[in-house]
């Protein structure tokens, strides 16, 4: 299984205060990183196909590829025109990633509207997701669903957050060969079900993986539930991504998986909140998982 990178610690730099560049994280990641990939994140990639074509030139310079994008649609709305425009929008993010030769690129349910009933909520996202299905096919995309936690810029946890909402959602769209399962251990953690299990759960539809590590920080499960449930964009304080290898995760049980089911797509590294460390902690949660993958004979 080939091994990427994604800049979790640098999103801020990246998009909010601008000051890395794509080009920048390339670079770095590429003279720093055991890796054979890159994963972007979508709000930083250029608007126009020239642009994003030369971001693909420049990770290719360096013998990598752009694995996956990183792409965040929020298809939980009673509008069915505001459901109509995320629906063109994950468009363009195939697009885009097409352009960038990008195989994988994530689609999620949508934040966790509190006026939004559990049936109601996956039937909508079932039909987005159908429908999007064909477009990705024509540009040689797999749209991955992942069991997602929250994105860094959203204001509620994601609807389909819990095990149980995941299950039924992703048993709601029909087996297709652009779609599957991006699964993320840590996620599973947070949402307060056994990562093991989800794994299990998914394994026949698993496409790709985020490698991630965490642990709560001057808090519980409890106290960030809470939290979640008040709303407040972006991610509480108190949750932490960390080393990999180093947290509550158990990755003996989930390579076991892996190599059970021969398992050949791409794991990206999700590592690290704090960029001054972030490129030393990349390297250490690379070196990890290129141990992992030898040990068990994967990849």
């Not at 126009?48 to 030139?57: N, T």
């Not at 939290?227 to 509480?236: I, K, L, P, R, V």
Request: aromatic share 8%.
């Amino acid at each position: 299984m080939p091994l990427a990178a994604f800049p979790k610690c640098y999103l801020d730099a990246l998009v909010v205060d601008k000051t890395m560049t794509n080009e920048e994280w390339i670079d770095l990641a590429a003279s720093r990183l055991d890796i054979d990939g890159l994963e972007f994140y979508w709000p930083t990639i250029p608007a126009d196909p020239a642009g994003r074509r030369a971001l693909r030139a420049r990770v290719e310079s360096h013998g990598l590829t752009a694995s996956m994008m990183c792409y965040s649609p929020d298809f939980i709305s009673k509008s069915p025109a505001i459901r109509e425009a995320e629906i063109e929008k994950e468009k363009t993010a195939i697009r885009g990633s097409a352009e960038m030769g990008v195989t994988f690129c994530r689609v999620l349910s949508g934040q966790r509207d509190p006026g939004i009933s559990r049936s109601d909520g996956i039937a909508m996202v079932a039909e987005c997701i159908q429908r999007l299905l064909p477009f990705a096919r024509e540009h040689g995309v797999c749209l991955i669903l992942e069991n997602h936690y929250k994105d860094g810029y959203w204001q509620y946890p994601e609807f389909a957050q819990k095990m149980d909402v995941f299950l039924e959602l992703l048993d709601a769209i029909p087996d297709h060969p652009c779609f599957g399962v991006n699964y993320d251990p840590s996620n599973a953690l947070v949402a307060g079900d056994d990562p093991i299990e989800m794994l299990r759960a998914v394994r026949h539809r698993l496409k790709t993986m985020h490698a991630s590590d965490r642990h709560l920080e001057g808090g519980t499960l409890e106290d960030l539930n809470r939290m979640d449930a008040s709303g407040g964009t972006g991610y509480a304080t108190m949750l932490k991504h960390g080393i990999i290898g180093r947290g509550a995760i158990d990755y003996e049980a989930i390579f076991a998986i892996l190599k059970e089911i021969n398992f050949k797509g791409w794991i990206s590294i999700e590592d690290g909140d704090e960029p001054s460390v972030g490129m030393e902690h990349l390297a250490e949660s690379a070196l990890f998982l290129r141990a992992k993958m030898a040990e068990y004979q994967v990849g």
